[in-house]
């Protein structure tokens, strides 16, 4: 069976500086990955997506994501931070035939230190 | 922008007591899931439907049992609450898998229930 591994529970960073939150998962085939954000209180927000292609994969709110397939790895980056990126961020993990069954990590909370 | 709703944000109840959350979702897609949400073990699937009338078993079914009677909604049944039910419920609703292998799930605002 599929998992996903975000290694990192917390993370806190300035306000400006980047950002890389880490995700590892263990597939035997290429898997279709995504990141959701949940900002307090709320329901999950799709950020980005990953089915083939391109292994950068641009998405909302000026996140990047790269696959790479010889790592296993699918790291959230942002360039420059800003305070209302704090929230918490899931990866998650899908596999072909699984039909829209999602495998979520455990989730990588984020602080932003103005 | 695809909607899902759940019927409570916020929901107490007591021990023992039969408990329905309620999910609905306004763009006609064939799957609905039912997650819940705990500090350091992120998402875990309780059931889903990828059809009216038709379900199966997540990771953690037990003690749950769900509904779909009609494509937008689907409900999530605790025939009796217990305290280790205290959780954040999430739904979700998504399409048929595309040719690529799936499709994003699209989620609901959560409730959180309190069982005393």
């Known amino acids: 069976a599929q998992s996903v591994t975000q290694p990192d529970i917390h993370i806190t960073v300035s306000e400006g500086a980047s950002l890389e939150l880490r995700c590892n998962y263990s597939y035997g085939a290429t898997p279709y990955l995504f990141w959701y954000v949940q900002s307090p209180g709320q329901g999950l927000q799709l950020l980005l997506k990953y089915f083939s292609g391109d292994t950068l994969v641009q998405g909302i709110k000026g996140f990047e994501a790269e696959f790479k397939r010889s790592q296993s790895s699918f790291n959230l980056r942002k360039p420059s931070v800003h305070w209302s990126d704090a929230a918490e961020y899931f990866c998650?993990?899908?596999?072909?035939?699984?039909?829209?069954?999602?495998?979520f990590g455990t989730g990588t909370q984020l602080k932003v230190e103005l | 922008d695809v909607k899902v709703t759940q019927s409570s944000r916020y929901l107490v109840k007591r021990t023992g007591e039969k408990v329905f959350l309620e999910c609905v979702q306004d763009?006609?897609?064939?799957?609905m899931f039912w997650y819940r949400q705990d500090p350091g073990l992120g998402l875990r699937l309780i059931y889903f439907s990828y059809d009216v009338k038709m379900k199966e078993k997540g990771d953690i079914p037990e003690g749950y049992s769900v509904s779909r009677e009609k494509k937008e909604r689907f409900s999530l049944i605790l025939e009796s609450a217990s305290t280790n039910q205290t959780s954040m419920y999430l739904c979700a609703s998504g399409r048929d898998a595309n040719p690529l292998g799936g499709n994003e799930q699209f989620f609901g605002p959560g409730t959180r229930l309190t069982v005393l």
């Open positions: 763009m006609d897609h064939e799957n």
């Open positions: 998650a993990v899908g596999i072909t035939g699984g039909g829209n069954k999602l495998t």
